[in-house]
T-cell receptor, first 110, second 112 residues
Framework: RKEVEQDPGPFNVPEGATVAFNCTYSNSASQSFFWYRQDCRKEPKLLMS???SGNEDGRFTAQLNRASQYISLLIRDSKLSDSATYLC???????????FGKGTRLHILP | SAVISQKPSRDICQRGTSLTIQCQVD?????MFWYRQQPGQSLTLIAT?????????ESGFVIDKFPISRPNLTFSTLTVSNLSPEDSSIYLC?????????FGPGTRLTVT
């Protein structure tokens, strides 16, 4: 099983819709969880950290399910500018290095 | 987070040669990292650049192929040696915040 797994997509979603991504991780010792956004030909940028209690930042909501070892990202009222690749990341646990999933491509359609 | 710059932003190199990538951070940081992102793939950690000691390499990456320097707390270099087309990739340096990872703009390497 890969350390971090994501559905690669692409997700083609009409503008204004709600879209959800899931990401599973294999190491139960992982303690830190993140969602990154990567635009074409750019570096990944931190979108939000994911806390145990779940957290929200505007249209974005992140949740953590430790029992099932997955994190999720919900985007409400999607905008054209949300089109990007979304990477989940977790710390490895044994040495705190951060490892990334392959990313999920999102296309918001006008 | 500290601002990270990388040079060069891109390069095209012939097989068998080497490329050295520079990473500069605008403030002192304890941990610096080098990642690789191959086409259509996610980021793979190459090594941790340690100031004053040898870099710590991940499984599958060796010092002879990817020598790293970290002369001070704001600067690091990664050399990709004996280039082959399989080394064509984006190479990103980064540093850690409290828990999260931040990245420089990346160096896009094409090996012909």
């Amino acid at each position: 099983r890969k350390e971090v797994e994501q559905d690669p997509g692409p997700f083609n979603v009409p503008e204004g819709a709600t879209v959800a991504f899931n990401c599973t991780y294999s190491n139960s010792a992982s303690q830190s969880f993140f969602w990154y956004r990567q635009d074409c030909r750019k570096e990944p940028k931190l979108l939000m950290s994911v806390y145990s209690s779940g957290n929200e930042d505007g249209r974005f909501t992140a949740q953590l399910n430790r029992a099932s070892q997955y994190i999720s990202l919900l985007i409400r009222d999607s905008k054209l500018s949300d089109s990007a690749t979304y990477l989940c990341a977790v710390n490895r646990g044994r040495d705190d290095k951060i490892i990334f999933g392959k990313g999920t491509r999102l296309h918001i359609l006008p | 987070s500290a601002v990270i710059s990388q040079k060069p932003s891109r390069d095209i190199c012939q097989r068998g040669t080497s490329l050295t990538i520079q990473c500069q951070v605008d403030s002192q940081v304890t941990m610096m990292f080098w990642y690789r992102q191959q086409p259509g793939q996610s980021l793979t950690l190459i090594a941790t650049a340690n100031q004053g000691s040898e870099a710590t390499y991940e499984s599958g990456f060796v010092i002879d192929k990817f020598p790293i320097s970290r002369p001070n707390l704001t600067f690091s270099t990664l050399t990709v040696s004996n280039l082959s087309p399989e080394d064509s990739s984006i190479y990103l340096c980064g540093h850690r915040g409290l828990y999260e990872q931040y990245f420089g703009p990346g160096t896009r390497l094409t090996v012909t």
